[in-house]
């Protein structure tokens, strides 16, 4: 079965960079495009960022533009969130999601998030 | 970007009832509007995507329907476990963009 296993978060002061990791499996991952997104605490969600499946693309959210940065090794199966200059804005739970079609801006599997928390 | 509304914030229901709530575009989005569960602590589960499809394993308790601008979801039987919040999401234009949610209460 599918599943997404997003690892990394954590504390970290304001200006500081954290790097996100989501272990895929249960489906050919290189076939697929792939997001984050965030959820701040007791927020609605916010998409952030996605790659397609061959990582020849990437979009961004004008919240993160310049300072996050999405990629994948599709060897290992694992897509990553470079995450620099952190705000206390950031402060939310990162979720990595699969994309259900190819282009299609909708997510049909999300894994269980990661926190990440911006403070000094 | 476009802005996504929905209604009502909140509702209130019990076990059995039949509840509808609505998502509304700030512009035009033909039928790309998903809607998507959420329970606490948990991640968001896709229910219904392009209005009105439902995606694999979801109950068909659940459906999806476009009328003018509106997007609705009802939930024909609430369950226990629909206990919830429920967001709609476009993906007509990028960036895709929710809604602020409707939490269903007990």
């Known amino acids: 079965q599918v599943e997404l296993v997003e690892s990394g978060g954590g504390v970290v002061p304001p200006g500081r960079s954290l790097r996100l990791s989501c272990a895929a499996s249960g489906f050919t991952f290189k076939t697929f495009g792939m997001h984050w997104l965030r959820q701040a605490p007791g927020k609605g969600l916010e998409w952030v960022a996605m790659i397609w499946y061959d990582g020849s693309f990437q979009n961004y959210a004008d919240s993160v533009t310049g300072r996050f940065t999405v990629s994948r090794d599709n060897s290992k199966n694992t897509l990553y969130l470079e995450m620099n200059n952190l705000r206390a804005e950031d402060t939310a739970v990162y979720y990595c999601?699969?994309?259900?079609?190819?282009?299609?801006?909708?997510?049909?599997?999300w894994g269980q998030g990661t926190l990440v928390t911006v403070s000094s | 970007d476009i802005q996504m509304t929905q209604s009502p914030s909140s509702l209130s229901a019990s076990v059995g009832d039949r509840v509808t709530f609505t998502c509304r575009a700030s512009q035009g989005i033909s039928e790309y509007l998903n809607w998507y569960q959420q329970k606490p602590g948990e991640a968001p589960k896709l229910l219904i995507y392009a209005a009105s499809s439902l995606q694999s394993g979801v109950p068909p308790r659940f459906s999806g329907s476009k009328s003018g601008t509106d997007f609705t979801l009802t939930i024909s039987g609430l369950q226990r476990e629909d206990f919830a919040t429920y967001f709609c999401?476009?993906?007509?234009?990028?960036?895709?963009?929710f809604g602020a949610g409707t939490r269903v209460e007990i």
């Open positions: 999601a699969r994309e259900a079609a190819g282009g299609s801006d909708y997510f049909d599997y």
């Open positions: 999401q476009q993906s007509y234009k990028s960036p895709p963009t």
